[in-house]
């Protein structure tokens, strides 16, 4: 069966640091890849989207960058966090005929 | 991509049938219709999909009429526990089609 890995599962970290958010997928192969972004009381804003290893689709003009650099892996970097950065960051993959989503876990960001 | 339209809250009692209403008046030929659900702290998570008339599952039915302009997401005897916000999507089954989240109905079940 498949299943989606994000880490980590919380972050703290001050205005102006570097961020990497990583996320995996093991069980399928090929799938589409994407990060959303959730303030708090909000819908999904989707960042990024890949449908296949370096190919990268940027949703919303930002000081954030995705990288696709193997098949089942997809990161969420920035160099320097705003405090608008905080949020809930979910990870997830489509791969069947109908892109029916499958999301981890997520990752809370707190920039302070 | 169809935009689709719901409402932004619900509330309903523990035991009732809860109906939600999404219109996607744009919908193309070849798009379904697809409903998420999402607890705090989690991502949502599938509920159901449909094309055109009735489609039921353990969880919920989807009712689309022959116009497929809206569709009607029922969840029989809500319990607490179905506290969440649900989403309505209109998806091409294509693999390079992003898929957008609207905001959202957020459903409240009140004891």
């Known amino acids: 069966s498949q299943t989606i890995h994000q880490w980590p599962a919380t972050l703290v970290q001050p205005v102006g640091s570097p961020l990497s958010l990583e996320c995996t997928v093991e069980?399928?192969?090929?799938?589409?890849l994407y990060w959303y972004r959730q303030a708090a009381g909000r819908g999904l804003q989707l960042l990024f989207y890949?449908?296949?290893?370096?190919?990268i689709s940027s949703e919303v003009p930002q000081n954030l960058s995705a990288s696709r650099p193997q098949d089942r892996q997809f990161i969420l970097s920035s160099k320097k966090l705003l405090l608008s950065d905080s949020g809930f960051y979910l990870c997830?993959?489509?791969?069947?005929?109908?892109?029916?989503?499958?999301f981890g876990p997520g990752t809370r960001l707190t920039v302070l | 991509l169809a935009k689709t339209t719901q409402p932004i809250s619900m509330d309903s009692y523990e035991g009732q049938e809860v109906n939600i209403t999404c219109s996607h008046n744009?919908?193309?030929?070849?798009?379904?219709i697809t409903w998420y659900q999402q607890f705090p702290s989690q991502g949502p998570r599938f509920i159901i999909q449909?094309?055109?008339t009735k489609v039921t599952n353990e969880v919920a039915s989807l009712f689309i009429p022959a116009d497929r302009k809206s569709s009607t997401l029922s969840l029989p005897r809500v319990s607490l526990s179905d506290t969440a916000v649900y989403y309505c999507?209109?998806?091409?089954?294509?693999?390079?089609?992003?898929?957008?989240f609207g905001k959202g109905t957020r459903l409240h079940i009140l004891p």
């Open positions: 890949s449908v296949g290893i370096g190919q």
């Open positions: 997830a993959w489509s791969g069947g005929s109908m892109n029916e989503q499958f």
């Open positions: 999507l209109v998806v091409t089954p294509r693999r390079d089609d992003k898929i957008i």
């Open positions: 449909g094309y055109k």
């Open positions: 069980g399928t192969s090929n799938p589409n």
């Open positions: 744009n919908i193309a030929t070849n798009d379904y």
